[in-house]
DNA sequence: CGGCTATGGACAGCACCACTATCCGATAGT
DNA sequence: ACTATCGGATAGTGGTGCTGTCCATAGCCG
Protein backbone atom coordinates (compact mmCIF):
# COMPACT_ATOMS: atom_id res chain seq x y z
CA UNK A 1 0.00 0.00 0.00
CA UNK A 2 2.80 2.45 0.67
CA UNK A 3 4.18 1.94 -2.77
CA UNK A 4 0.96 2.50 -4.31
CA UNK A 5 0.69 5.77 -2.34
CA UNK A 6 4.31 6.66 -3.29
CA UNK A 7 3.74 5.78 -6.85
CA UNK A 8 0.24 7.60 -6.94
CA UNK A 9 0.87 10.26 -5.04
CA UNK A 10 -2.32 10.12 -3.16
CA UNK A 11 -1.73 9.55 0.49
CA UNK A 12 -1.99 6.74 2.33
CA UNK A 13 -5.03 7.34 4.52
CA UNK A 14 -6.73 8.51 1.63
CA UNK A 15 -5.92 5.16 0.18
CA UNK A 16 -7.39 3.58 3.21
CA UNK A 17 -10.41 5.83 3.06
CA UNK A 18 -11.23 5.52 -0.83
CA UNK A 19 -10.64 1.56 -0.09
CA UNK A 20 -13.09 1.91 2.82
CA UNK A 21 -15.36 4.37 0.75
CA UNK A 22 -15.77 1.44 -2.23
CA UNK A 23 -14.03 3.92 -4.79
CA UNK A 24 -10.80 2.10 -4.95
CA UNK A 25 -11.27 -2.00 -5.40
CA UNK A 26 -9.39 -3.97 -2.45
CA UNK A 27 -5.95 -5.26 -3.98
CA UNK A 28 -4.79 -9.37 -3.62
CA UNK A 29 -4.47 -10.29 -0.32
CA UNK A 30 -1.06 -11.80 -0.69
CA UNK A 31 -0.87 -12.32 3.60
CA UNK A 32 -2.43 -11.13 6.55
CA UNK A 33 -0.85 -7.82 6.53
CA UNK A 34 0.07 -7.66 2.46
CA UNK A 35 -2.13 -6.47 -0.26
CA UNK A 36 -0.69 -6.16 -3.43
CA UNK A 37 -1.98 -3.66 -6.23
CA UNK A 38 -1.48 -3.46 -9.45
CA UNK A 39 -1.28 -1.09 -12.44
CA UNK A 40 -5.52 -1.05 -12.30
CA UNK A 41 -4.90 0.55 -8.71
CA UNK A 42 -2.89 2.97 -9.84
CA UNK A 43 -5.18 4.68 -12.77
CA UNK A 44 -8.06 3.81 -10.78
CA UNK A 45 -6.60 6.11 -7.75
CA UNK A 46 -5.65 8.71 -10.80
CA UNK A 47 -9.13 8.99 -12.13
CA UNK A 48 -10.63 9.17 -8.69
CA UNK A 49 -8.16 12.11 -7.83
CA UNK A 50 -9.47 13.75 -11.15
CA UNK A 51 -13.07 13.21 -10.70
CA UNK A 52 -13.04 14.34 -6.86
CA UNK A 53 -10.10 17.20 -7.54
CA UNK A 54 -11.01 18.42 -11.39
CA UNK A 55 -15.06 17.28 -11.75
CA UNK A 56 -15.49 18.32 -7.87
CA UNK A 57 -17.48 14.89 -7.37
CA UNK A 58 -18.36 14.33 -3.69
CA UNK A 59 -17.19 10.78 -2.78
CA UNK A 60 -20.81 9.36 -3.37
CA UNK A 61 -20.93 10.46 -6.75
CA UNK A 62 -17.78 9.53 -7.49
CA UNK A 63 -18.37 5.78 -5.85
CA UNK A 64 -21.58 5.81 -8.47
CA UNK A 65 -19.86 6.70 -11.12
CA UNK A 66 -17.20 4.21 -10.88
CA UNK A 67 -19.55 1.49 -10.28
CA UNK A 68 -20.65 2.33 -13.62
CA UNK A 69 -17.20 2.53 -15.71
CA UNK A 70 -16.58 -1.29 -13.74
CA UNK A 71 -20.18 -2.92 -15.30
CA UNK A 72 -19.52 -3.73 -18.54
CA UNK A 73 -23.02 -5.02 -19.25
CA UNK A 74 -24.75 -1.25 -18.98
CA UNK A 75 -26.08 -0.22 -21.87
CA UNK A 76 -24.07 3.32 -23.50
CA UNK A 77 -27.07 5.68 -22.63
CA UNK A 78 -27.44 4.36 -19.09
CA UNK A 79 -23.79 5.24 -18.44
CA UNK A 80 -24.54 9.17 -19.76
CA UNK A 81 -27.42 9.08 -17.23
CA UNK A 82 -25.12 7.97 -14.61
CA UNK A 83 -22.78 10.18 -15.14
CA UNK A 84 -24.70 13.51 -16.18
CA UNK A 85 -26.61 13.09 -12.61
CA UNK A 86 -23.11 12.94 -10.85
CA UNK A 87 -22.16 16.46 -11.95
CA UNK A 88 -25.92 17.90 -11.26
CA UNK A 89 -26.84 18.98 -7.90
CA UNK A 90 -29.71 16.99 -6.79
CA UNK A 91 -30.76 19.86 -4.41
CA UNK A 92 -31.68 21.63 -8.14
CA UNK A 93 -34.35 18.69 -9.04
CA UNK A 94 -36.60 18.75 -6.51
CA UNK A 95 -39.68 20.17 -5.97
CA UNK A 96 -39.37 21.64 -10.02
CA UNK A 97 -43.00 21.97 -10.86
CA UNK A 98 -44.28 23.44 -14.56
CA UNK A 99 -44.21 26.93 -15.25
CA UNK A 100 -43.02 29.22 -17.24
CA UNK A 101 -39.23 28.44 -16.76
CA UNK A 102 -40.36 24.36 -17.92
CA UNK A 103 -42.37 25.82 -20.55
CA UNK A 104 -39.58 27.50 -22.13
CA UNK A 105 -36.89 24.78 -22.29
CA UNK A 106 -40.07 22.75 -23.88
CA UNK A 107 -40.02 25.13 -26.35
CA UNK A 108 -36.06 25.23 -27.04
CA UNK A 109 -36.27 21.46 -27.29
CA UNK A 110 -39.19 21.65 -29.89
CA UNK A 111 -38.24 24.51 -31.98
CA UNK A 112 -34.50 22.35 -32.26
CA UNK A 113 -36.43 18.74 -32.45
CA UNK A 114 -34.25 17.52 -29.92
CA UNK A 115 -34.70 14.22 -28.59
CA UNK A 116 -34.51 15.06 -24.84
CA UNK A 117 -36.41 12.69 -21.99
CA UNK A 118 -38.63 14.28 -19.18
CA UNK A 119 -36.37 13.74 -16.65
CA UNK A 120 -33.09 14.15 -18.23
CA UNK A 121 -31.60 15.96 -15.71
CA UNK A 122 -30.33 18.84 -17.87
CA UNK A 123 -33.64 19.25 -18.28
CA UNK A 124 -34.76 19.92 -14.93
CA UNK A 125 -31.57 22.03 -14.82
CA UNK A 126 -31.94 24.06 -16.88
CA UNK A 127 -35.37 24.76 -15.97
CA UNK A 128 -34.39 25.81 -12.67
CA UNK A 129 -31.48 28.34 -14.04
CA UNK A 130 -34.38 29.79 -16.06
CA UNK A 131 -35.99 30.40 -13.21
CA UNK A 132 -33.71 31.81 -11.60
CA UNK A 133 -33.43 34.63 -13.91
CA UNK A 134 -37.18 35.11 -13.90
CA UNK A 135 -36.72 35.45 -10.23
CA UNK A 136 -33.93 37.75 -9.81
CA UNK A 137 -35.86 39.81 -12.82
CA UNK A 138 -33.31 39.44 -15.46
CA UNK A 139 -35.57 37.94 -18.32
CA UNK A 140 -32.67 39.53 -20.71
CA UNK A 141 -31.21 36.47 -19.97
CA UNK A 142 -33.14 33.96 -20.80
CA UNK A 143 -32.15 34.96 -23.74
CA UNK A 144 -28.97 33.08 -24.04
CA UNK A 145 -30.41 30.32 -24.01
CA UNK A 146 -30.38 29.89 -28.14
CA UNK A 147 -26.66 30.67 -28.61
CA UNK A 148 -25.80 28.51 -25.49
CA UNK A 149 -28.23 25.40 -27.01
CA UNK A 150 -26.23 26.42 -30.24
CA UNK A 151 -22.39 25.80 -28.39
CA UNK A 152 -24.34 22.59 -26.33
CA UNK A 153 -24.88 21.64 -29.62
CA UNK A 154 -21.41 21.51 -30.78
CA UNK A 155 -19.51 20.03 -27.54
CA UNK A 156 -22.15 16.86 -27.74
CA UNK A 157 -21.02 16.26 -31.10
CA UNK A 158 -17.71 16.59 -29.95
CA UNK A 159 -18.19 14.35 -27.09
CA UNK A 160 -19.97 11.49 -28.95
CA UNK A 161 -17.38 11.70 -31.70
CA UNK A 162 -14.71 11.03 -28.78
CA UNK A 163 -16.77 8.01 -27.39
CA UNK A 164 -17.12 6.68 -30.48
CA UNK A 165 -14.10 6.74 -31.17
CA UNK A 166 -12.98 3.83 -28.07
CA UNK A 167 -11.95 0.57 -28.77
CA UNK A 168 -13.47 -1.41 -25.84
CA UNK A 169 -16.68 -1.13 -23.51
CA UNK A 170 -14.53 0.09 -20.17
CA UNK A 171 -12.93 2.45 -22.82
CA UNK A 172 -16.31 3.92 -23.80
CA UNK A 173 -17.84 4.32 -20.32
CA UNK A 174 -14.74 5.67 -18.78
CA UNK A 175 -14.41 8.26 -21.66
CA UNK A 176 -17.99 9.09 -21.21
CA UNK A 177 -17.66 9.56 -17.22
CA UNK A 178 -14.60 11.87 -17.72
CA UNK A 179 -15.55 13.80 -20.86
CA UNK A 180 -18.76 14.56 -19.24
CA UNK A 181 -17.44 15.30 -16.02
CA UNK A 182 -13.85 16.70 -16.54
CA UNK A 183 -15.77 18.28 -19.57
CA UNK A 184 -17.78 20.64 -17.42
CA UNK A 185 -14.72 22.08 -15.93
CA UNK A 186 -13.40 22.21 -19.41
CA UNK A 187 -16.19 23.93 -20.91
CA UNK A 188 -16.37 26.69 -17.90
CA UNK A 189 -12.57 27.78 -18.72
CA UNK A 190 -12.92 27.85 -21.91
CA UNK A 191 -15.72 30.19 -21.48
CA UNK A 192 -13.44 32.40 -18.83
CA UNK A 193 -10.85 32.93 -21.83
CA UNK A 194 -13.13 33.52 -24.41
CA UNK A 195 -15.27 36.28 -22.07
CA UNK A 196 -11.74 37.51 -21.49
CA UNK A 197 -10.82 37.62 -24.87
CA UNK A 198 -14.24 39.06 -25.94
CA UNK A 199 -14.00 41.56 -23.41
CA UNK A 200 -10.40 43.22 -24.14
CA UNK A 201 -12.07 42.88 -27.94
CA UNK A 202 -15.08 44.90 -26.92
CA UNK A 203 -13.72 47.20 -24.89
CA UNK A 204 -10.28 47.87 -25.65
CA UNK A 205 -8.30 49.16 -22.47
CA UNK A 206 -6.57 52.49 -22.68
CA UNK A 207 -2.72 53.17 -21.46
CA UNK A 208 -3.87 54.60 -18.30
CA UNK A 209 -4.91 51.87 -15.66
CA UNK A 210 -6.93 53.41 -13.48
CA UNK A 211 -9.17 53.96 -16.32
CA UNK A 212 -12.61 53.43 -15.11
CA UNK A 213 -14.41 51.29 -18.32
CA UNK A 214 -17.78 51.06 -16.89
CA UNK A 215 -17.55 54.32 -14.60
CA UNK A 216 -19.30 57.67 -15.17
CA UNK A 217 -22.03 57.00 -17.97
CA UNK A 218 -22.90 54.41 -20.71
CA UNK A 219 -19.39 52.88 -21.87
CA UNK A 220 -20.61 53.83 -25.86
CA UNK A 221 -21.14 50.11 -26.32
CA UNK A 222 -19.76 48.81 -29.44
CA UNK A 223 -20.75 46.39 -31.73
CA UNK A 224 -21.18 44.08 -29.22
CA UNK A 225 -24.71 42.94 -30.82
CA UNK A 226 -22.06 40.95 -33.63
CA UNK A 227 -22.49 37.74 -32.22
CA UNK A 228 -21.17 35.74 -34.91
CA UNK A 229 -17.53 37.43 -35.88
CA UNK A 230 -15.98 33.49 -35.25
CA UNK A 231 -13.00 34.87 -37.40
CA UNK A 232 -10.95 36.55 -34.64
CA UNK A 233 -8.98 39.07 -36.12
CA UNK A 234 -5.95 39.92 -35.05
CA UNK A 235 -7.13 42.96 -32.82
CA UNK A 236 -5.05 44.79 -29.79
CA UNK A 237 -3.15 42.82 -29.02
CA UNK A 238 -1.25 45.36 -27.22
CA UNK A 239 -1.89 46.79 -24.11
CA UNK A 240 -2.40 43.36 -22.03
CA UNK A 241 -4.61 44.13 -18.90
CA UNK A 242 -4.01 41.71 -16.49
CA UNK A 243 -6.82 41.25 -14.15
CA UNK A 244 -7.44 42.43 -10.79
CA UNK A 245 -7.09 40.25 -8.23
CA UNK A 246 -9.34 40.06 -5.83
CA UNK A 247 -8.61 42.15 -2.50
CA UNK B 1 -37.93 40.62 9.04
CA UNK B 2 -40.71 38.52 9.24
CA UNK B 3 -42.22 39.87 6.83
CA UNK B 4 -39.11 39.81 4.41
CA UNK B 5 -38.61 36.34 4.98
CA UNK B 6 -42.33 36.12 4.00
CA UNK B 7 -42.15 37.91 0.85
CA UNK B 8 -38.64 36.33 0.13
CA UNK B 9 -39.26 32.81 1.14
CA UNK B 10 -36.40 32.33 2.81
CA UNK B 11 -36.62 31.49 6.44
CA UNK B 12 -35.81 33.86 9.28
CA UNK B 13 -32.95 32.21 10.80
CA UNK B 14 -30.88 32.32 7.14
CA UNK B 15 -31.87 35.82 6.45
CA UNK B 16 -30.67 36.49 9.80
CA UNK B 17 -27.07 34.39 8.63
CA UNK B 18 -26.95 36.93 5.43
CA UNK B 19 -26.86 39.40 7.56
CA UNK B 20 -24.63 38.45 9.93
CA UNK B 21 -21.76 37.32 6.96
CA UNK B 22 -22.61 40.52 5.05
CA UNK B 23 -24.60 39.44 1.75
CA UNK B 24 -27.45 41.41 3.00
CA UNK B 25 -27.28 44.84 3.53
CA UNK B 26 -28.91 45.97 7.47
CA UNK B 27 -32.57 47.06 7.03
CA UNK B 28 -33.12 51.34 7.98
CA UNK B 29 -33.20 51.09 12.19
CA UNK B 30 -36.74 51.91 13.17
CA UNK B 31 -36.44 51.01 16.56
CA UNK B 32 -34.37 49.19 18.82
CA UNK B 33 -35.81 46.34 18.09
CA UNK B 34 -37.56 47.31 14.35
CA UNK B 35 -35.81 47.62 11.72
CA UNK B 36 -37.35 48.13 7.88
CA UNK B 37 -36.57 46.32 4.41
CA UNK B 38 -37.29 47.42 0.66
CA UNK B 39 -37.74 46.00 -2.17
CA UNK B 40 -33.89 45.92 -2.84
CA UNK B 41 -33.77 43.59 0.05
CA UNK B 42 -36.19 41.31 -1.40
CA UNK B 43 -34.40 41.27 -4.53
CA UNK B 44 -31.34 40.96 -3.14
CA UNK B 45 -32.30 37.91 -0.99
CA UNK B 46 -32.76 36.29 -4.46
CA UNK B 47 -30.05 36.97 -5.80
CA UNK B 48 -28.33 35.90 -2.88
CA UNK B 49 -30.71 32.37 -3.57
CA UNK B 50 -30.14 31.99 -7.26
CA UNK B 51 -25.75 32.72 -6.75
CA UNK B 52 -25.88 29.81 -4.07
CA UNK B 53 -28.41 27.34 -5.00
CA UNK B 54 -28.19 27.62 -8.67
CA UNK B 55 -25.01 29.05 -8.86
CA UNK B 56 -23.24 26.90 -6.13
CA UNK B 57 -21.35 29.43 -4.81
CA UNK B 58 -20.08 29.55 -1.55
CA UNK B 59 -21.46 31.94 0.86
CA UNK B 60 -17.86 33.46 1.13
CA UNK B 61 -17.66 33.76 -2.59
CA UNK B 62 -21.12 35.31 -2.79
CA UNK B 63 -19.86 37.96 -0.73
CA UNK B 64 -17.13 38.88 -3.31
CA UNK B 65 -19.26 39.07 -5.76
CA UNK B 66 -21.95 40.79 -3.98
CA UNK B 67 -19.39 43.15 -2.76
CA UNK B 68 -18.74 43.93 -6.73
CA UNK B 69 -22.09 44.77 -7.60
CA UNK B 70 -22.39 47.05 -5.04
CA UNK B 71 -19.48 48.77 -6.44
CA UNK B 72 -20.31 51.07 -8.63
CA UNK B 73 -17.05 52.78 -9.33
CA UNK B 74 -15.50 49.06 -11.01
CA UNK B 75 -14.09 48.95 -13.93
CA UNK B 76 -16.00 46.41 -16.07
CA UNK B 77 -13.33 44.05 -16.35
CA UNK B 78 -12.77 43.51 -12.85
CA UNK B 79 -16.31 42.11 -12.45
CA UNK B 80 -15.81 39.64 -14.86
CA UNK B 81 -12.60 38.63 -12.97
CA UNK B 82 -14.51 38.34 -9.67
CA UNK B 83 -17.44 36.76 -10.91
CA UNK B 84 -15.13 34.04 -12.91
CA UNK B 85 -13.29 33.42 -9.95
CA UNK B 86 -16.05 33.02 -7.68
CA UNK B 87 -17.04 30.19 -9.89
CA UNK B 88 -13.50 28.83 -10.40
CA UNK B 89 -12.44 26.22 -7.59
CA UNK B 90 -9.54 27.99 -5.71
CA UNK B 91 -7.89 24.62 -4.90
CA UNK B 92 -7.34 24.70 -9.06
CA UNK B 93 -5.02 27.38 -8.99
CA UNK B 94 -2.81 26.31 -6.51
CA UNK B 95 1.05 24.71 -7.87
CA UNK B 96 0.33 24.51 -11.15
CA UNK B 97 3.80 24.59 -12.59
CA UNK B 98 4.39 24.79 -16.78
CA UNK B 99 4.28 21.61 -18.41
CA UNK B 100 2.51 19.83 -21.33
CA UNK B 101 -0.99 21.10 -20.65
CA UNK B 102 0.02 24.47 -20.56
CA UNK B 103 1.86 24.38 -23.43
CA UNK B 104 -1.28 23.03 -25.14
CA UNK B 105 -3.58 25.62 -23.89
CA UNK B 106 -0.86 28.11 -24.93
CA UNK B 107 -1.23 26.72 -28.38
CA UNK B 108 -4.70 27.07 -28.76
CA UNK B 109 -4.75 30.25 -27.06
CA UNK B 110 -2.47 31.80 -30.07
CA UNK B 111 -4.28 29.75 -32.65
CA UNK B 112 -7.39 31.35 -32.29
CA UNK B 113 -5.60 35.26 -32.02
CA UNK B 114 -7.31 35.28 -28.70
CA UNK B 115 -6.46 38.13 -25.80
CA UNK B 116 -6.02 36.13 -22.89
CA UNK B 117 -4.02 37.15 -19.91
CA UNK B 118 -1.80 34.52 -18.16
CA UNK B 119 -3.49 34.88 -14.37
CA UNK B 120 -6.72 34.54 -16.19
CA UNK B 121 -8.81 31.53 -14.09
CA UNK B 122 -9.85 29.78 -16.96
CA UNK B 123 -6.65 29.54 -18.56
CA UNK B 124 -4.68 27.86 -15.42
CA UNK B 125 -8.34 25.66 -14.99
CA UNK B 126 -8.03 24.64 -18.74
CA UNK B 127 -4.50 23.65 -17.84
CA UNK B 128 -5.48 21.37 -15.23
CA UNK B 129 -8.22 19.80 -16.88
CA UNK B 130 -5.93 18.71 -19.76
CA UNK B 131 -3.76 17.60 -17.22
CA UNK B 132 -6.07 15.24 -16.00
CA UNK B 133 -7.03 14.17 -19.20
CA UNK B 134 -3.01 13.26 -19.19
CA UNK B 135 -2.79 11.90 -15.82
CA UNK B 136 -5.81 9.31 -16.44
CA UNK B 137 -4.05 8.54 -20.11
CA UNK B 138 -6.48 9.95 -22.15
CA UNK B 139 -5.12 12.12 -24.38
CA UNK B 140 -7.51 11.57 -27.43
CA UNK B 141 -10.34 13.82 -24.65
CA UNK B 142 -7.56 16.74 -25.44
CA UNK B 143 -8.45 16.86 -28.91
CA UNK B 144 -12.13 18.24 -27.52
CA UNK B 145 -10.36 21.59 -26.38
CA UNK B 146 -10.43 22.73 -30.24
CA UNK B 147 -14.26 22.22 -30.44
CA UNK B 148 -15.44 23.46 -27.20
CA UNK B 149 -13.22 26.43 -27.92
CA UNK B 150 -15.58 27.14 -30.37
CA UNK B 151 -19.02 26.56 -28.38
CA UNK B 152 -17.27 29.12 -25.61
CA UNK B 153 -16.47 31.70 -28.26
CA UNK B 154 -20.44 31.62 -29.34
CA UNK B 155 -21.18 31.60 -25.66
CA UNK B 156 -18.80 34.52 -24.63
CA UNK B 157 -20.65 36.62 -27.88
CA UNK B 158 -23.66 35.76 -26.29
CA UNK B 159 -22.49 36.38 -22.44
CA UNK B 160 -21.28 40.17 -23.65
CA UNK B 161 -24.06 41.13 -25.63
CA UNK B 162 -26.46 40.23 -23.21
CA UNK B 163 -24.01 42.88 -21.05
CA UNK B 164 -23.91 45.62 -23.55
CA UNK B 165 -28.12 45.28 -23.85
CA UNK B 166 -27.86 47.13 -19.99
CA UNK B 167 -28.64 50.41 -19.12
CA UNK B 168 -26.89 51.31 -16.13
CA UNK B 169 -23.70 50.42 -14.41
CA UNK B 170 -25.36 48.50 -11.63
CA UNK B 171 -27.59 46.64 -14.03
CA UNK B 172 -24.38 45.60 -15.93
CA UNK B 173 -22.27 44.50 -13.18
CA UNK B 174 -25.11 42.15 -11.86
CA UNK B 175 -25.77 41.09 -15.97
CA UNK B 176 -22.21 40.16 -15.38
CA UNK B 177 -22.21 38.38 -12.54
CA UNK B 178 -25.92 36.43 -12.92
CA UNK B 179 -24.42 35.65 -16.39
CA UNK B 180 -21.48 34.48 -15.46
CA UNK B 181 -22.32 32.40 -12.30
CA UNK B 182 -25.61 30.79 -13.57
CA UNK B 183 -24.49 30.63 -17.32
CA UNK B 184 -22.51 28.00 -16.08
CA UNK B 185 -24.55 25.93 -14.59
CA UNK B 186 -27.03 26.69 -17.55
CA UNK B 187 -24.75 25.74 -20.34
CA UNK B 188 -24.21 22.20 -18.23
CA UNK B 189 -27.37 21.59 -18.37
CA UNK B 190 -28.52 22.32 -22.16
CA UNK B 191 -24.99 20.22 -22.77
CA UNK B 192 -26.78 17.00 -20.83
CA UNK B 193 -29.79 17.90 -22.94
CA UNK B 194 -28.18 17.79 -26.14
CA UNK B 195 -25.86 14.99 -25.04
CA UNK B 196 -29.02 13.02 -24.73
CA UNK B 197 -30.36 14.12 -28.15
CA UNK B 198 -27.00 13.53 -30.50
CA UNK B 199 -26.86 9.73 -28.20
CA UNK B 200 -30.60 8.69 -29.46
CA UNK B 201 -30.02 10.14 -32.94
CA UNK B 202 -26.74 8.18 -33.30
CA UNK B 203 -27.85 4.98 -31.37
CA UNK B 204 -31.30 4.84 -32.19
CA UNK B 205 -32.67 2.43 -29.37
CA UNK B 206 -34.14 -1.13 -30.04
CA UNK B 207 -37.34 -2.11 -29.11
CA UNK B 208 -36.06 -4.17 -26.49
CA UNK B 209 -35.83 -2.76 -23.19
CA UNK B 210 -33.23 -4.76 -22.19
CA UNK B 211 -30.49 -4.13 -25.24
CA UNK B 212 -27.41 -3.92 -24.19
CA UNK B 213 -26.23 -0.83 -27.09
CA UNK B 214 -22.65 -0.72 -25.71
CA UNK B 215 -22.12 -4.43 -24.69
CA UNK B 216 -20.72 -7.13 -26.77
CA UNK B 217 -18.44 -5.32 -29.17
CA UNK B 218 -18.29 -2.21 -31.07
CA UNK B 219 -21.38 -0.95 -32.08
CA UNK B 220 -21.25 -0.15 -35.53
CA UNK B 221 -19.86 3.67 -35.00
CA UNK B 222 -22.35 5.69 -37.13
CA UNK B 223 -21.12 9.04 -38.55
CA UNK B 224 -20.36 10.36 -35.07
CA UNK B 225 -17.60 12.60 -36.80
CA UNK B 226 -19.93 14.80 -38.47
CA UNK B 227 -20.05 17.33 -35.98
CA UNK B 228 -21.35 20.75 -37.68
CA UNK B 229 -24.89 19.19 -38.00
CA UNK B 230 -26.65 22.23 -36.81
CA UNK B 231 -29.40 21.89 -38.68
CA UNK B 232 -31.29 19.57 -36.38
CA UNK B 233 -32.99 17.00 -38.71
CA UNK B 234 -36.19 15.49 -37.98
CA UNK B 235 -34.91 12.10 -36.78
CA UNK B 236 -35.71 9.66 -35.22
CA UNK B 237 -39.25 11.16 -33.52
CA UNK B 238 -40.05 7.89 -32.14
CA UNK B 239 -39.19 5.16 -29.51
CA UNK B 240 -38.38 7.58 -26.46
CA UNK B 241 -36.23 5.71 -23.80
CA UNK B 242 -36.59 7.32 -21.00
CA UNK B 243 -33.01 7.63 -18.91
CA UNK B 244 -32.75 4.31 -16.25
CA UNK B 245 -32.60 5.58 -12.84
CA UNK B 246 -29.46 5.08 -10.75
CA UNK B 247 -29.84 1.79 -8.92
C1' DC C 1 13.58 -17.77 19.06
C1' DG C 2 12.99 -12.79 20.63
C1' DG C 3 12.60 -8.21 19.58
C1' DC C 4 11.93 -4.47 16.23
C1' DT C 5 9.49 -2.42 12.63
C1' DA C 6 6.04 -2.11 9.08
C1' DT C 7 1.50 -3.30 7.42
C1' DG C 8 -3.44 -3.12 6.82
C1' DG C 9 -7.77 -2.46 9.01
C1' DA C 10 -11.13 -0.37 12.31
C1' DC C 11 -12.45 3.53 14.59
C1' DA C 12 -12.58 8.06 16.36
C1' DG C 13 -11.52 12.70 15.76
C1' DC C 14 -10.99 17.02 13.22
C1' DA C 15 -11.85 21.14 10.39
C1' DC C 16 -14.89 23.34 7.59
C1' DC C 17 -19.35 24.83 6.00
C1' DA C 18 -24.09 26.28 5.82
C1' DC C 19 -27.27 26.72 8.47
C1' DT C 20 -30.44 26.47 12.80
C1' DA C 21 -31.83 26.65 17.69
C1' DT C 22 -31.63 29.02 21.90
C1' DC C 23 -31.32 32.77 24.68
C1' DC C 24 -31.75 37.67 25.85
C1' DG C 25 -32.95 42.45 26.48
C1' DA C 26 -35.94 45.81 24.38
C1' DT C 27 -39.99 47.38 22.93
C1' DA C 28 -45.17 47.40 20.75
C1' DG C 29 -49.56 46.43 21.27
C1' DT C 30 -53.64 45.73 24.44
C1' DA D 1 -48.97 45.80 33.64
C1' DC D 2 -48.55 41.96 30.72
C1' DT D 3 -47.63 39.30 26.91
C1' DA D 4 -45.89 38.67 22.24
C1' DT D 5 -42.67 39.65 19.16
C1' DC D 6 -38.52 41.71 17.46
C1' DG D 7 -33.43 42.20 16.61
C1' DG D 8 -29.18 40.44 17.61
C1' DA D 9 -25.56 37.37 19.63
C1' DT D 10 -23.89 32.88 20.55
C1' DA D 11 -23.73 28.16 20.50
C1' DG D 12 -25.01 23.92 18.42
C1' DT D 13 -26.12 20.58 14.37
C1' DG D 14 -25.45 17.59 10.52
C1' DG D 15 -22.83 16.44 6.64
C1' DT D 16 -18.36 15.78 4.28
C1' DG D 17 -13.65 14.65 3.37
C1' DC D 18 -10.16 13.40 5.15
C1' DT D 19 -6.46 12.34 9.12
C1' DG D 20 -4.62 10.39 13.44
C1' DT D 21 -4.51 6.66 16.68
C1' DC D 22 -4.54 2.10 17.98
C1' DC D 23 -3.82 -2.80 17.43
C1' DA D 24 -3.02 -7.59 16.01
C1' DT D 25 -0.31 -9.64 12.76
C1' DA D 26 3.62 -10.64 10.04
C1' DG D 27 8.23 -10.19 8.10
C1' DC D 28 12.92 -9.50 9.08
C1' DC D 29 17.28 -9.51 11.69
C1' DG D 30 20.30 -11.23 14.75
Redesign the pocket.
Known amino acids: ????SRVSGV????V??Y??EGLLP??R?????????GDEHVSRLRLIRAL?DVGG?????AREVLAVVDDEDRPLASVFDVAQRSVSRADLYSARTPGAAEDRIDALVEERNWHVSPGNPGRIGAAGVVDAFLRIDRPELVGLLDRYADAAEIVAQADLAAVAGQEDVTGMAETIVAGTVLGDAMFAALRRMAQEHVTTRLYPVSADPSADLAGGSRPSTPDASAPTASTPDASTSHAHTPHASTP
Open positions: MSELPVPSKFLRAGRAAANQAEYLLSVAS
